[in-house]
């Protein structure tokens, strides 16, 4: 008996189509990967990040409708950038800023503030302008980690701050509703801020990686960015966090 072809797979449109994605930190990492992954599935992105050079290849690239060089964590700066954002816009992720490592008692207030500043006020800041820019039924998506749930000496502000995303997530959910709020939270992920990170110790974190995780490989941008785009296509979810580590968090 001669099997029947399988008949081909249906024709869909790409899941983003027509849509507007704004990256703040997009020059590289996760938020080049996300606004690649949105492009191909067919968004107009919209890039921002703190090196200019940067964040013109990373415009080329995903052919960018605009690009704006600037601090995020600068409110007066962060504030005029969205007002002249055109409108409207269906999803905002928020990558910049970078995790601040050493003993609390080490730090200084400036630096303490500083370190809070990257990890929680960013994304409030970002929320209050979303309110008012993102369309009904888009997104907010945050970026976390899940490193510092294990609290150990040296972590800094870290810990506390990923213990405190998700509760901010779920409580902006509930505020800028029926806009959807997110947050990944990812684990070692193989970007250029884990190489400037480890330095000399990069490939022997991806060896043990390799060894240990469950998914036998290292994660890498590409996969942040499919989780990504799949949370902003999903209307159904808002107020969550989503892990994406490879198995790390089972095997310590």
């Given at each position: 008996m001669t099997a029947k072809p399988s008949a081909a797979p249906e024709p869909r449109d790409p899941a983003l189509l027509g849509q507007t994605l704004v990256v703040i930190g997009g020059s590289a990492g996760i938020g080049l990967a996300t606004a690649r992954y949105a492009r191909a599935e067919g968004a107009t992105v919209i890039l921002t990040g703190r090196d200019p050079e940067r964040l013109r290849t990373a415009a080329t690239e995903v052919e960018a409708l605009s690009t704006a060089a600037f601090d995020a964590n600068d409110p007066a700066q962060l504030q005029r950038f969205?007002?002249?954002l055109p409108r409207p816009?269906?999803?905002?992720?928020?990558?910049?800023?970078?995790p601040s490592y050493g003993r609390?008692?080490?730090?200084?207030?400036?630096?303490?503030?500083?370190?809070?500043?990257?990890h929680m006020v960013l994304a409030l800041e970002v929320a209050?302008?979303?309110?008012?820019?993102?369309?009904?039924?888009?997104?907010l998506l945050l970026l976390g980690g899940t490193?510092?749930?294990?609290?150990?000496?040296?972590l800094g502000i870290a810990p506390a701050a990923t213990a405190a995303l998700p509760a901010l997530t779920a409580s902006l959910a509930l505020e800028l509703a029926p806009v959807r709020v997110n947050l990944i939270a990812a684990g070692f992920v193989d970007t250029p801020l884990s190489a400037r990170l480890l330095g000399d110790g990069l490939d022997a974190r991806r060896e043990e990686l390799r060894a240990t995780l469950p998914i036998g490989r290292v994660v890498v941008p590409a996969d942040v960015a499919a989780l990504a785009v799949h949370i902003m296509t999903n209307t159904a979810l808002t107020g969550a966090t989503y892990d994406i580590d490879g198995g790390q968090q089972l095997v310590g």
């Amino acid at each position: 008996m001669t099997a029947k072809p399988s008949a081909a797979p249906e024709p869909r449109d790409p899941a983003l189509l027509g849509q507007t994605l704004v990256v703040i930190g997009g020059s590289a990492g996760i938020g080049l990967a996300t606004a690649r992954y949105a492009r191909a599935e067919g968004a107009t992105v919209i890039l921002t990040g703190r090196d200019p050079e940067r964040l013109r290849t990373a415009a080329t690239e995903v052919e960018a409708l605009s690009t704006a060089a600037f601090d995020a964590n600068d409110p007066a700066q962060l504030q005029r950038f969205f007002q002249e954002l055109p409108r409207p816009i269906d999803h905002v992720m928020v990558t910049a800023g970078h995790p601040s490592y050493g003993r609390l008692l080490d730090m200084d207030s400036d630096q303490a503030r500083r370190a809070i500043s990257e990890h929680m006020v960013l994304a409030l800041e970002v929320a209050r302008h979303a309110a008012g820019t993102v369309r009904p039924g888009g997104t907010l998506l945050l970026l976390g980690g899940t490193g510092a749930r294990r609290i150990r000496a040296g972590l800094g502000i870290a810990p506390a701050a990923t213990a405190a995303l998700p509760a901010l997530t779920a409580s902006l959910a509930l505020e800028l509703a029926p806009v959807r709020v997110n947050l990944i939270a990812a684990g070692f992920v193989d970007t250029p801020l884990s190489a400037r990170l480890l330095g000399d110790g990069l490939d022997a974190r991806r060896e043990e990686l390799r060894a240990t995780l469950p998914i036998g490989r290292v994660v890498v941008p590409a996969d942040v960015a499919a989780l990504a785009v799949h949370i902003m296509t999903n209307t159904a979810l808002t107020g969550a966090t989503y892990d994406i580590d490879g198995g790390q968090q089972l095997v310590g």
